[in-house]
């Protein structure tokens, strides 16, 4: 029979050996919780200054053009003018701060973002038709594609002399797909793709490709542009 003295050592080795391989799963544990730690704050703050650019970004373009349109009425009064043009370097500036200043996060949605679109187009003297041919949407499809319809109206305001737009949801196969086309954007020698499109279309397709979408931007030679966003129909968070 083992001496008792021997079983207690053996016992104690077993326990040290059992606590070292603990704590070793351990600090891999606590390491791995602080990489994913990282990798979350860092998802979070793209994810911040994606909606700062969509949201605020918006109203300041909306702002600048307005106080454009302004100065251009204001042709007869020196002193006026004066002043709008510090009022549109002062918007120009606070737009430029947006893209480099993450902030709270306000939701979007779909259906918010298209009636807004409608009333704000109209009020620039332009016709904008909404339809929607698909139910209720989960949340993060009606964000998504509200900063779809933003973008789309942010770029025709910027870029174009639009008289007609519209804006359509409709189901397509097995997917829904968001249409927002404008005329009077300026015309092309040749269709574009949309592989030189700004940030703001590079951060809806970061967006849709979260959900598993796609966004596609194309000019055409008549004047046209079409902006177009496809999600799965059968998204589920």
């Given amino acids: 029979m083992p001496h008792p003295a021997y079983l207690v050592g053996t016992a ?11 704590t070793l799963a351990l600090t891999l ?9 990282e990798r979350v704050l860092a998802r979070a703050y793209e994810g911040f200054a994606r ?4 949201i605020v970004g918006h109203w300041l373009w909306l702002a600048s053009i307005k106080g454009e349109l302004a100065h251009r009425r204001a042709a007869g009064d020196a002193r006026l003018r004066e002043d709008l043009e510090e009022v549109i370097q002062a918007v120009r500036q606070a737009a ?4 480099n200043v993450s902030a709270a ?3 979007l949605s779909f259906p918010g973002e298209a009636a ?4 704000l187009m109209e009020g620039f003297g332009a016709y904008c038709s909404v339809r929607v041919d698909t139910d209720e949407l989960p949340e993060p499809v009606s964000t998504a594609l509200g900063a779809v319809v933003r973008e ?20 397509h196969g097995d997917l829904l797909r968001l249409t927002v086309v404008n005329d009077g954007a300026p015309r092309r020698e040749a269709p574009s793709t949309g592989g030189e499109t700004g940030s703001g279309v590079g951060n809806l397709r970061h967006r849709l490709g ?3 979408g796609t966004v596609q931007a194309a000019g055409g030679t008549d004047g046209w542009f079409t902006l177009i966003a496809e999600v799965p129909g059968n998204y589920s968070e």
């Fill in 12 to 22: 104690g080795a077993g326990i040290l050996l059992i606590s070292l391989g603990v």
């Fill in 29 to 37: 544990r606590i390491r791995r919780l602080r990489v994913e730690r």
């Fill in 51 to 54: 909606d700062m650019h969509d």
């Fill in 96 to 99: 430029h701060a947006v893209r």
């Fill in 105 to 107: 996060r306000h939701r």
């Fill in 116 to 119: 807004r679109a409608r009333a």
């Fill in 152 to 171: 789309g109206v942010t770029n025709m305001l910027r870029h174009s002399q639009v008289k007609r737009c519209a804006i359509e949801l409709v189901e």
């Fill in 210 to 212: 979260e959900l598993g």
